[in-house]
């Protein structure tokens, strides 16, 4: 598994005792001619959007250059919320940084769904 860092939290926290976390993978790959590429595919997103990302990813397609050409090409309404903890840092429980991308996430979900 590349990068390093995934490999590390899905080794050191993903699989830990009590964590409850069953990890499976699954992988299509469909024929077509051109691939699911974020930035060629998100504008026929038909939902609310909310992108957490971090500002230095450290996995390659996940760079905050791509992640903002994603969010740019994105149809409304939709919300950036930046983020420096890492790519999987956002998961790591108990943390300030998933406390953060909680109270984050909910906000979104009222103000989108409920109002």
Known sequence: MKP???FRWFIGCGGSNGSNR???LTRVT???PVHLVSVNTINHLKAPL???VDEHDEMPY???EVSQQVFERAPGPMQ???IGC???GT???PSPFFDESCRVQLAFLQEQFWG
């Open 30 to 32: 469909p024929d077509v």
């Open 80 to 82: 950036l919320h930046v």
């Open 22 to 24: 069953i990890n499976t």
């Open 86 to 88: 890492g790519h999987l």
């Open 91 to 93: 998961i790591r429980y």
């Open 4 to 6: 390093s860092p995934a």
């Open 50 to 52: 909310l992108m957490s």
């Open 62 to 64: 996940c760079s905050s």
